[in-house]
C-alpha cells in the first residue's frame, strides 16, 4: 500500500507541476499578502494576532479563518513574495499530494482494496476542479481545511476499526483545525454519521452520542462564523430576503459542480450567477430537474446498496454550507467549493469499481470485466491530466487567468477590473482604461474601478484624472481605507498639503495597520515642520514594514533634524544593508557624515 500511494503522489506531482510557475493573483490574494503587514511580518506576535482577533480584524475580512492566513505567513517567512509565488504554491501542491495520500488511506480502509483505492484516489488527486486551491493563494483556507478534514475522517475510521480512543480524540483536534481554516468543513460530524451507517455499518445510539462533541464544537463554529462575518462583511440569510430564489440557486449549484465533476470544460475562478433565477431560465430549470433525477436515483438504488444514497448524501452535505443559504460571497460558484464534496461522489465510485474488479467466483484472477474497468479508469485519469495541464497554462500570469475569466463571463465587471489591473502593472495604460470604463459600464456605482482608474492616471502623471476617480471612488464607497492614502498622495502632488494629510489620516483610522500609510503622512508632516510627529509615524511605518530602505533614509532625515545624529547615521546605514545600490541613502549618509568631518559633502536628497 505505501508503493501504491507514493507512485500516486508522484504522478499528482507531475501533472501538477506547472502550478510551481503559476503567478497569477487572483481577486482576493492582496487581502492575504501585498496588503496584509501581519503576513509580511512574520512571528508569534502576528500569529498571536491572527488567532484572536476574531470580531475586529486588522488585515482580512470576513468570517474567522486564521489558520490558512498563519500558513500563507509561514510561506512569506520562508521568501515567499507578491511577485514570485513559487513557495506558496510549492506548500499548497504539498498539501494536495497529502490530501490525495489522505483520499487513497480513507478508501482503503474503507473497503479494503488496495488498487481500487489507489485508482480513485488518482482520480481526485489530478481532477481538473483541485487546480484552483493550489495556485489562488485565497484559497489556502480551503485546501488546509481540506487536509485536517480527511485527517478527521481518516481517525475516525481508525477509530472504529481499532477502537483507540486516541484515534478519536486525534478527530476531534483534526476537526477544529479543520474549523479554524475554514468553516466549510462544519458538516464533518454528519458525515462521520453517513459512514456509520455504510459502509461501517455501525449506526447505533453509541455512534451519535460519539458526535456529541464534535456537534457541539461545530455549532459553537458556525455561530462564530456568523458572528465574525457579520461585522465585518455583509451577511444575508436567504430565507430573510427570498428563499425561494435560493433554493432554486442551490439546485442549480448542485447540478452544476456535479456537471464540472463529470465533465470539467471551461473552469474558471468566477462563474456567472443565473440571470433570472427562476424556473423560466433554461439553467435553473435544468437544476431543478437534475436533483429531482438524482433524488429519484438515489432512492431507487436503496433497494440494492446504500453506497448511492451515502455517496449523495455526503455530497449535498459536504457542499450545503457553499449553496447560498447564508451569503459569504458574490460568486455564483468556486471549483475549490467542490474539494471536499467530490470525495462522497468518490465513495459509491471506490464500492462499484471493487465490485465490478472482484474475481469471478471460484476464479483464480481478475475478470475481463474487472481488467476493462480498470483500463477505464486510467483512461480517465489521463483525460483529467490533460484537462489539468490546459488550465494551469492560464494561472500563469493575471493577464491570462482573467482574459480567460472575460471571455467565459464577458459581463463580468471584477473580471475586468482585475484584468486593469494587470495591464496597468505592465504599462498597458491604454487598454487597461478600456477594461476599467467596461467595468463601470456593466456596474457603475463600482468604486474599485474607480479606484483603480484612479491608480493608472496617478502612475502616467495624469493627476487631475486620478483626483477625479478617487473622488468619485470614495462617494460611492467613503470607508476604503487604500483609496484615501492614494487621493493624499495625489492631493500632495498638487501642493494641498493639509487635504493630504487629512485623508492620510483617514485612511490609517480605517486601517491603522498600512505602513505606507504612516510614511506618506510623516512625509507631509515633514513638509509643514511637524518632525516630531512625522518621526514617529516612520516609526510606526517601520515597525510594520521594517525592511523599506526608503522610510529607513527618510526617518533618518528627519532625526538628523532633530540633532539625533547616531540614530540618523544607524538608520541610513540600515537603509543600505537592505539596498546597497540606494544612493540617495548613501549620499545623505556621506553628507551627515562630512558634517561630522569624516568626509566630503555631497547633494543632499530624500
Known amino acids: 500500500m505505501p508503493a501504491l500511494i507514493a ?8 501533472v501538477h507541476w506547472p502550478a510551481l510557475s503559476a503567478n497569477a493573483r487572483c ?11 501581519l503576513v509580511q511580518n512574520p512571528s508569534w506576535t502576528s500569529a498571536w494576532r491572527l488567532l484572536t482577533e476574531v470580531f475586529r480584524p486588522t488585515t482580512v475580512l470576513g468570517y474567522y479563518h486564521p489558520l490558512g492566513t498563519i500558513s500563507v505567513m509561514l510561506d512569506y517567512a520562508m521568501g515567499g513574495r507578491p511577485e514570485d509565488r513559487h513557495v506558496f504554491n510549492r506548500t ?9 495520500a489522505l483520499v487513497i488511506v480513507l478508501l482503503y480502509a474503507l473497503f479494503g482494496e488496495a488498487w481500487v483505492a489507489a485508482i480513485t484516489g488518482l482520480l481526485f488527486g489530478v481532477h481538473p476542479l483541485t487546480v484552483e486551491p493550489i495556485v489562488w493563494l485565497g484559497e489556502r483556507k480551503a485546501i488546509l481545511a481540506g487536509t485536517f478534514s480527511f485527517w478527521a475522517l481518516v481517525l475516525y475510521v481508525a477509530y472504529v476499526r481499532r477502537g483507540h480512543r486516541g484515534f478519536y480524540l486525534g478527530s476531534i483536534l483534526a476537526y477544529v483545525l479543520a474549523l479554524l481554516s475554514k468553516p466549510s468543513a462544519t458538516p464533518l460530524p454528519v458525515l462521520m454519521l453517513l459512514l456509520d451507517y455504510w459502509p461501517l455499518g455501525r449506526m447505533s445510539r453509541r455512534a451519535v452520542v460519539e458526535k456529541v462533541p464534535f456537534l457541539v464544537i461545530g455549532v459553537m463554529s458556525g455561530i462564530l462564523t456568523l458572528l465574525s462575518h457579520a461585522s465585518t462583511s455583509v451577511v444575508s440569510l436567504s430565507y430573510a430576503t427570498d428563499a425561494k430564489s435560493k433554493v432554486l440557486l442551490a439546485c442549480a449549484k448542485l447540478m452544476f459542480y456535479l456537471g464540472k465533476l463529470i465533465w470539467p470544460a471551461n473552469l474558471s475562478p468566477h462563474y456567472s450567477t443565473p440571470a433570472p433565477p427562476l424556473l423560466t431560465n433554461p439553467v435553473v ?39 447560498g443559504f447564508v451569503e459569504y460571497s458574490p460568486t455564483f460558484a468556486n ?12 465513495l459509491p465510485v471506490a464500492w462499484g469499481v471493487g465490485r465490478l474488479m472482484a474475481r469471478p467466483s471460484g476464479g483464480a484472477g481478475r475478470s475481463v470485466r474487472g481488467d476493462a474497468i480498470f483500463v477505464a479508469m486510467w483512461v480517465v485519469a489521463g483525460l483529467e491530466m490533460a484537462v489539468t495541464r490546459h488550465y494551469l497554462s492560464f494561472w500563469k500570469d493575471t493577464e491570462s487567468l482573467f482574459r480567460r475569466v472575460c471571455a467565459l463571463a464577458p459581463d463580468m465587471y471584477v473580471g475586468h477590473n482585475d484584468l486593469g489591473v494587470a495591464l496597468t502593472q505592465k504599462g498597458r495604460h491604454d487598454e487597461a482604461v478600456e477594461h476599467f470604463n467596461t467595468a463601470l459600464r456593466l456596474k457603475p456605482d463600482y468604486a474599485e474601478a474607480h479606484h483603480n482608474l484612479g491608480v493608472d492616471f496617478a502612475t502616467r502623471g495624469h493627476i487631475d484624472q486620478a483626483i477625479v476617480h478617487y473622488r468619485e471612488a470614495l462617494r460611492i464607497k467613503p470607508h476604503r481605507a487604500e483609496t484615501h492614502n492614494n487621493l493624499g498622495l495625489a492631493l500632495a502632488v498638487q501642493g494641498k498639503t493639509d487635504e493630504a494629510i487629512a485623508h492620510y489620516k483617514e485612511s490609517l483610522r480605517l486601517k491603522p495597520n498600512v505602513a505606507e500609510a504612516h510614511n506618506n503622512l510623516a512625509n507631509a508632516l515633514v513638509g509643514q515642520g511637524k518632525i516630531d510627529e512625522a518621526v514617529a509615524h516612520y516609526k510606526e511605518s517601520l515597525r510594520l ?10 526617518l533618518a532625515m528627519s532625526l538628523a533634524a532633530q540633532g539625533k545624529i547616531n540614530e540618523a547615521i544607524a538608520h541610513y546605514r540600515e537603509a543600505l544593508r537592505i539596498k546597497p545600490d540606494y544612493a540617495k541613502a548613501r549620499t545623505n549618509l556621506a553628507n551627515l557624515l562630512a558634517a561630522q568631518g569624516k568626509v566630503a559633502p555631497v ?3 530624500r
Open 7 to 14: 507512485a500516486v503522489m508522484v504522478v499528482v506531482l507531475v
Open 27 to 37: 481577486f482576493d490574494d492582496e487581502f492575504y499578502l501585498a496588503e496584509n503587514p
Open 92 to 100: 499548497a501542491l504539498v498539501l494536495h499530494m497529502m490530501n490525495t
Open 285 to 323: 430549470v435544468s437544476g431543478v430537474v437534475g436533483v429531482l433525477l438524482l433524488i429519484a436515483v438515489t432512492v431507487l438504488s436503496v433497494r440494492w446498496t446504500r453506497a448511492v444514497l451515502v455517496g449523495a448524501s455526503f455530497y449535498f452535505l459536504a457542499m450545503l454550507p457553499m449553496l
Open 335 to 346: 471549483d475549490n467549493y467542490a474539494y471536499l464534496p467530490m470525495v462522497g461522489l468518490f
Open 545 to 554: 514594514k521594517p525592511n523599506i530602505p526608503q522610510t529607513h533614509n527618510n
Open 603 to 605: 547633494t543632499t536628497s
